[in-house]
T-cell receptor, first 112, second 115 residues
Framework: EAGVTQSPTHLIKTRGQQATLRCSPISGHTSVYWYQQALGLGLQFLLWYDEGEERNRGNFPPRFSGRQFPNYSSELNVNALELEDSALYLC???????????FGPGTRLLVL | AQSVTQPDIHITVSEGASLELRCNYSYGATPYLFWYVQSPGQGLQLLLKYFSGDTLVQGIKGFEAEFKRSQSSFNLRKPSVHWSDAAEYFCAVGARSGGSYIPTFGRGTSLIVHP
């Protein structure tokens, strides 16, 4: 069974641009979580989608947004990129809200 | 709001030695508790989890963790470390707040294994 997949693996943008990151959950998983992993800061919770709706978001500005599609895949959009947005963005999926999260390999975003 | 503390940023052990990684959490009730491992350039892999029941939890790769309510701790242990265990380890707490679920991760502990 395929695990969580993310694309692209690497993304280079300049300040002010927009970035779109994609995630495909494990088949049958309805919950998708997004995290930012910046150097030395551990994982910071960004967004949680379940059954197509945003259920919760972490302490990030509104320029971090996303959506979940009918097939449960998800997109994370970061507008007006800033240098400090450079990080590894991890997506995870689970069967339900309190179930084990399975992580993808991440998208490494570099903002120049 | 819940929080997770991993007091050790780095830990160095010799191969074959025992290991204990510390994790303390703050939450009003019993949360869901997890340990994940992240190898260089990889995503996170679940080692073990505690939801309820037996407070000593067995995981993959020979790891175990013990939930101690009185100490608000969920320390990870391994009796004999292998060189391949060198990685970043994250403790995580999942807690309900109203109708929502909030996962919180610690900042991680980097394990270095000497031959």
């Amino acid at each position: 069974e395929a695990g969580v997949t993310q694309s692209p693996t690497h993304l280079i943008k300049t300040r002010g641009q927009q970035a779109t990151l994609r995630c495909s959950p494990i088949s049958g998983h309805t919950s998708v979580y997004w995290y930012q992993q910046a150097l030395g800061l551990g994982l910071q919770f960004l967004l949680w989608y379940d059954e197509g709706e945003e259920r919760n978001r972490g302490n990030f500005p509104p320029r971090f947004s996303g959506r979940q599609f009918p097939n449960y895949s998800s997109e994370l959009n970061v507008n007006a990129l800033e240098l400090e947005d450079s990080a590894l963005y991890l997506c995870a999926s689970s069967l339900g809200w309190a179930e084990t999260q399975y992580f993808g390999p991440g998208t490494r975003l570099l903002v120049l | 709001a819940q929080s997770v503390t991993q007091p050790d940023i780095h830990i160095t052990v010799s191969e074959g030695a025992s290991l204990e990684l510390r994790c303390n959490y703050s939450y009003g009730a019993t949360p869901y508790l997890f340990w994940y491992v992240q190898s260089p350039g990889q995503g996170l892999q679940l080692l073990l989890k505690y939801f309820s029941g037996d407070t000593l939890v067995q995981g993959i790769k020979g790891f175990e963790a013990e939930f101690k309510r009185s100490q608000s701790s969920f320390n990870l242990r391994k009796p004999s470390v292998h060189w391949s265990d060198a990685a970043e380890y994250f403790c995580a707490v999942g807690a309900r707040s109203g109708g929502s679920y909030i996962p919180t991760f610690g900042r991680g502990t980097s394990l270095i294994v000497h031959p």
